[in-house]
């Protein structure tokens, strides 16, 4: 091989290393995230652990949802307070939100039950538009707070609606579900924590 093909060579393999050098960076992100998203993706959303298990409820005070009802009297919003003594279910919800509909009468379902009490916290919505959603599909709350700027959802370490949680009678959270109830996970996780909660001793 000639001196000049030998500096081509060389020239070439200068190059590649150059570029194997920016390119593995990338590289190596790429294979991060796609780990990341598989093991993200992989099952149930709903069992990204929450850090509120086992703690108590945020000190959350919120609003009612004005001019709202149920049998004939206002609900009231939501009181820190309210949460010992009884076990609740506390549903994370909008209008605007399509699985939010799906769940609606999963929750009435729930509201049916005497032994605890169903709560909200409307997301980010507009009060006119809550009201109707409540009306076509049915209202389970018996509190209902607005969260308009979503700060009572970031207390709550909400991912985005619809979220649930049970709250047990010593006011700390026993269970959260992330994304929409439904009759699988209503039956197999939501209602066993719910008995759970009913089941230990009050504080």
């Known amino acids: 091989m000639s001196a000049a093909e030998n500096n081509a060579v060389e020239k070439d393999a200068g190059a590649w290393r150059r570029r194997m050098l920016v390119l593995f960076p990338l590289l190596a992100f790429l294979a991060l995230a796609g780990l990341f998203m598989l ?14 298990i086992g703690r108590p409820a945020p ?6 949802l004005p001019a ?9 919003g939501i009181d820190s307070a309210d949460f010992k003594g009884e076990v609740t279910v506390l549903n ?3 209008s605007w939100c399509v699985p939010c509909r799906e769940e609606a009468p999963l929750l009435l379902t729930l509201a049916a039950d005497r032994r605890l009490r169903v709560a909200g916290i409307n997301y980010k ?8 959603f ?12 607005t969260d308009r700027n979503g700060r009572a959802a970031i207390e709550w370490g909400v991912y985005g609606v619809p979220e649930t949680f049970v709250v047990g009678r010593d006011g700390h959270i026993a269970y959260k579900l992330i994304g ?7 039956d197999k996780v939501l209602k066993p924590a719910i008995e759970k909660a009913l089941a230990a001793p009050p504080s």
């Open 39 to 52: 093991r993200l993706g992989a099952g149930d959303p709903s069992r990204i652990p929450s850090a509120l």
């Open 59 to 64: 000190q959350t005070s919120l609003p009612p």
């Open 68 to 76: 709202l009802e149920r049998d004939g009297k206002a609900v009231p």
């Open 92 to 94: 994370v919800w909008a």
């Open 125 to 132: 919505d507009e009060p006119d538009n809550a009201r109707r």
């Open 134 to 145: 409540l009306g076509r599909y049915g209202n389970p709350f018996v509190a209902n707070g």
């Open 180 to 186: 929409p109830i439904t009759p699988d996970n209503l």
